[in-house]
């Protein structure tokens, strides 16, 4: 052997295990440098950083793309050794390569992973893969998201609110309420016996499409994955952070919490976007209709009053709809908005009059 091929050598032994070990201490976010992709460089990247899935769904493609392709290339998917899965598990190799045509289009490739094996019977597993040694002999570099988790098996909302924002999380739930770009879904985990989470998805993006044509509504189980975000205190996966969603079923919404106002001003983050009812309410200075981006006062029969918003158009089919006389029922979700809980109807049917 050679003094360069020798020198070769030993940089590859030793530039190795940091590769794999920086594999190890797998990170699922993105920074915000990585998050904005120049489209118009040479990129190898993962087409999403992760997604969710069953062990009903069988195979499962893990999508790789080519941005720009100026020249042939090839690129290792590593699957990394911290991930709750075993590579038995999904039935893959630790390492696999793709090969990339030179072309005027983006070009994609995939490693199907086999989730059926999976035994998700203590909870949420997740298989995690890297990008790695890249050859090429173009200007192509190893783009963002590098990294994806693919999540087999959702877990509880409550943990996935403990996860915090800036987690990719994978969530099962049922649909509370849903209008516009929002939809309210909640399962039994949480101290109140609930947890809930806001899927926003603005535009003519799938999800808002499929609220839009009442393929999702209150009663629609649904799985979906995505990154969580802050919207001034509201816990939210907000537009393209949904990376996937299934609609599992559908069926009824599950029954609203009785609770009081003085309770929710109490302890408002344990029924954070869940779905309550609330009895012997009053507006005792509002008449007429309600208008859309405003905040209205109710009062308890105790004398709690409490911030009833109905926010616009996007959220709330309430807007023009009569203001209540007399006692009334909420039966809708809970929100917030920088440290104020707010009641935030949805539907009309959210305000049951009471019979005099």
Do not use: H, W
């Not at 005792?284 to 918003?309: C, K, L």
């Amino acid at each position: 052997m050679s003094v360069p091929d020798v020198l070769r050598a030993l940089v590859l032994f030793v530039l190795a295990p940091v590769v794999l070990a920086g594999c190890d201490g797998f990170d699922s976010g993105v920074s915000p440098d990585e998050s904005a992709q120049d489209d118009t460089a040479s990129t190898v990247r993962f087409a999403a950083n992760g997604a969710g899935a069953v062990p009903d769904d069988g195979t499962v493609s893990v999508t790789v793309e080519y941005v720009s392709p100026d020249a042939e290339a090839s690129v290792e998917v590593l699957y990394a050794t911290a991930s709750t899965t075993t590579s038995e598990d999904v039935d893959i190799p630790e390492v696999q390569e793709l090969n990339f045509p030179a072309a005027d289009t983006t070009v994609t490739r995939s490693v199907e992973v086999d989730v059926s094996n999976v035994d998700i019977t203590q909870g949420q597993k997740t298989a995690l893969f890297a990008l790695q040694n890249l050859a090429t002999d173009g200007t192509a570099e190893i783009g963002s998201p590098r990294q994806f988790e693919l999540s087999v098996g959702p877990k509880p909302i409550v943990e996935a609110q403990e996860d915090g924002a800036g987690s990719v999380v994978t969530v099962q739930g049922t649909v509370t309420r849903a209008a516009g770009a929002y939809a309210r879904i909640q399962d039994d985990s949480g101290p109140t016996g609930a947890s809930g989470l806001v899927i926003r998805q603005t535009g003519d993006r799938d999800f808002a499409t499929d609220i839009a044509g009442g393929e999702i509504q209150p009663g629609t189980e649904v799985i979906v994955t995505g990154t969580l975000s802050d919207f001034n205190g509201l816990l939210q996966i907000n537009d393209d952070d949904l990376n996937s969603y299934r609609i599992l079923s559908q069926g009824e919404p599950p029954a609203p919490q009785q609770v009081g106002l003085a309770t929710l001003s109490e302890s408002g983050d344990n029924y954070l976007s869940e779905l309550v009812r609330i009895e012997g309410l009053s507006f005792s200075s509002a008449s007429g209709s309600f208008n859309g981006g405003m905040s209205y006062t109710v009062e308890g029969p105790d004398g709690n009053q409490f911030t009833f918003r109905v926010q616009g158009s996007d959220e709330t089919n309430i807007a023009g709809t009569s203001i209540p006389e007399g006692t009334f029922t909420y039966e809708g979700v809970v929100g917030v908005f920088s440290g104020e809980y707010q009641l935030i109807p949805v539907e009309d049917s959210d305000i049951v009059q009471s019979s005099e």
